[in-house]
């Protein structure tokens, strides 16, 4: 009897162990969008490696020395061309606006090393990029992780930066976990979504998917080619970008363009930058700070950036959440004219 119990149990664990390795090993196939190139796109061969495609906005009528970059949100997200047009009204202040996806999402290429896909790789080709631009100094636009990146660009390279634009900034690393309980102040009238970012990743997320970034992050081993990979992001950031909004019958339609493997990788070299805090708190650069109402990012990882920049502007957005340009496009617009009219 105990024999057939034995042999019961171990035909039992090794059903379990097959279904648990079928779940992680075939892959999966998602019902979603599929990227499309953009009408005007053009592409450049950094010397780091990347292939990176880009749009260029050119400035109307008295340019203005500095051109802006926009540096979009992710890790692993992309330029949309929602962006692309509502960016566009900045040329009608004579500004060169220029927008790209960073290397392995939208329409720039993809890393044969999915190792490659680091911060210092981002810090690079951003870098070079400014020194395309031929004018020594340029303005950042930094959307969540876009913003960090800008802090971390600047905290190496101050003197290249003009002017910042933070919207809706993500937390700087290292993390500093104590932040996550700093109050806003009574008179911000801050409030949550009514969607979060952990509700979406739950929805989204398999066992697949979590071995894949596990592969990804630990061993630089791609589980899933590139494909499955983007395709579950495009999935993912659907159900992400609910959180995104205050008004929840704006929900953004499903849209390509997410790197799976950059994000990935990104976010784990991200744990182990160096501080770059020590070089900012001197600075002079002008900055400006755009916060929505129900952005789902805490008010503490904001309130540090006016910490860190002593000459900021802050302007809380109503009825917007992270995505402050989808639900407020003209008060957006507006807060960057004024701001880099200034």
Do not use: C
Not at 70 to 91: C, F, M, Q, R, W
Not at 140 to 148: D, H, K, N, T, Y
């Amino acid at each position: 009897m105990k024999k057939r119990i034995l042999a019961f149990l171990k035909y039992v664990l090794l059903l379990l162990l097959s279904f648990f390795l079928l779940k992680i090993f075939v892959p999966k196939n998602y019902s979603v969008p599929q990227l499309q190139k953009r009408a005007g796109t053009k592409f450049m061969d950094l010397q780091t490696g990347s292939r990176i495609g880009y749009t260029i906005l050119t400035g109307k009528g008295n340019k203005k020395p500095f051109p802006v970059i926009y540096l979009h949100g992710g890790p692993g997200g992309k330029v949309t061309d929602a962006t692309i047009e509502l960016l566009s009204n900045l040329t009608d202040d004579g500004y060169d606006v220029f927008l790209y996806d960073q290397i392995g999402s939208g329409q720039s290429g993809k890393l044969k090393n999915i190792a490659g896909y680091t911060v210092a790789r981002h810090l690079d080709d951003l870098q070079e990029i400014i020194k395309k631009t031929g004018k020594g100094k340029v303005i950042l636009i930094g959307q969540s992780w876009g913003a960090v990146l800008a802090v971390l660009f600047t905290a190496q390279n101050p003197n290249e930066i003009e002017k910042i634009i933070f919207t809706s900034p993500g937390p700087i690393y290292p993390y500093r976990k104590e932040l996550e309980s700093v109050k806003a102040p009574d008179s911000f009238h801050l409030k949550s979504p009514v969607f979060t970012n952990a509700g979406g990743n739950n929805k989204a997320g398999n066992l697949r998917t979590r071995a894949m970034a596990f592969f990804a992050a630990r061993f630089g081993i791609k589980l899933a080619p590139d494909k499955e990979a983007d395709d579950f992001e495009t999935y993912l950031n659907y159900e992400v970008d609910k959180s995104t909004l205050f008004d929840t019958s704006k929900i953004l339609k499903m849209s390509s363009g997410g790197g799976f493997y950059a994000r990935v990788i990104t976010f784990e070299s991200l744990l182990k930058v160096q501080d770059p805090r020590p070089k900012l708190n001197h600075l002079n650069i002008p900055v400006l700070v755009l916060k929505g109402q129900y952005d789902n990012q805490k008010w503490g990882f904001t309130n540090e950036y006016l910490e860190l920049f002593k000459n900021h502007q802050l302007e809380i957005i109503p009825n917007a959440g992270h995505y402050i340009s989808v639900e407020q496009p003209a008060l957006y617009i507006k807060s960057l004219r004024n701001f880099l009219t200034d």
